[in-house]
C-alpha cells in the first residue's frame, strides 16, 4: 500500500492574505506530492517496511535499510510533516489557544505571548531549511524545538504538537526573505481546535 497525499483541508486561496493560493498549491502539489513519490520509491526497495504506518516508519529509522534511510529520513518526514502542517491551519482561524492546551502553555512559558515569542525564536533563527516545533511529553509539558531539513522530532522519540515550515518555498513567492513577516501572518491561520486534538491524543 503505497502512501498517498493527502487532500487539502480547505481550497488553496483560503489562507489568502496570509499564505498566498499559488504558495499553498505549489506547497501542496509539487513539493508535498514530490516528498510522498520519493518515499513510495524508496520503499519499493523495502517492502516488508511498507505496511507500517508513517509514525512507526519515522520513530525508527534505525529499521531501515542503510541504503535508503536517508531518502525515508528526508521525504517520510516531509511527508509527515506536510500533512501535519496542512491540518493545523484553517481559514478563519488564529486567536488564541483555550482549554487543556492553553493552561499546558502558561504552565511551561509563563502565557501565550511569551510563547509566541519563544517559537518565533526558534523558527527565526533556524538557519537555511528547517521546522520549528512544539512537543510535549507524557505528562504534558511542552518544548519549543527546531529541526534542520524535513527531520521530525518523532525521530528523536519526542511528540511533535504543532510545527511550522520555515523552508523558503513556504513563504518566498509572497514574502521573499521575510521570515519573521510570514511567521507574523502564520499566527492567523492556526488551527487552534486541531493543536489541541493533538495535545490530547499525544502518545495514543
Ligand atoms: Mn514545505
Do not use: C
Not at 483560503?14 to 504558495?23: F, H, Q, S, V, W
Not at 517492502?47 to 525508527?60: C, M, R, V
Not at 481546535?193 to 502518545?203: D, H, L, P, S
Request: charge should be neutral; glycine fraction near 8%; charged fraction near 20%.
Amino acid at each position: 500500500m503505497a502512501f498517498t497525499l493527502p487532500p487539502l483541508p480547505y481550497d488553496y486561496a483560503a489562507l489568502e492574505p496570509n499564505i498566498d493560493a499559488r504558495t499553498m498549491e505549489i506547497h501542496h502539489t509539487k513539493h508535498h506530492q514530490g516528498y510522498v513519490n520519493n518515499l513510495n520509491a524508496a520503499l519499493e526497495k523495502a517492502p516488508a517496511l511498507q505496511s507500517k504506518t508513517l509514525d512507526a516508519l519515522i520513530s525508527d529509522l534505525g529499521a531501515v535499510p542503510d541504503s535508503i534511510r536517508t531518502a525515508v529520513r528526508n521525504n517520510g518526514g516531509g511527508h509527515w510533516n506536510h500533512s501535519m502542517f496542512w491540518s493545523i491551519m484553517a481559514p478563519k482561524a488564529g486567536g488564541d489557544p483555550g482549554g487543556p492546551f492553553a493552561e499546558a502553555l502558561k504552565r511551561s512559558f509563563g502565557d501565550v505571548a511569551k510563547f509566541k515569542e519563544q517559537f518565533n525564536a526558534a523558527a527565526s533563527s533556524r538557519f537555511g531549511s528547517g521546522w520549528a516545533w512544539v512537543t510535549a511529553d507524557a505528562s504534558g509539558a511542552l518544548k519549543i524545538e527546531s529541526t534542520p531539513n524535513q527531520d521530525n522530532p518523532l525521530m528523536e522519540g519526542r511528540y511533535p504538537v504543532m510545527g511550522v515550515d520555515v523552508w523558503e518555498h513556504a513563504y518566498y513567492l509572497k514574502y521573499q526573505n521575510r521570515r519573521a513577516d510570514y511567521l507574523a501572518a502564520w499566527w492567523n491561520v492556526v488551527n487552534w481546535g486541531e493543536v489541541a486534538k493533538r495535545f490530547e491524543g499525544r502518545g495514543k
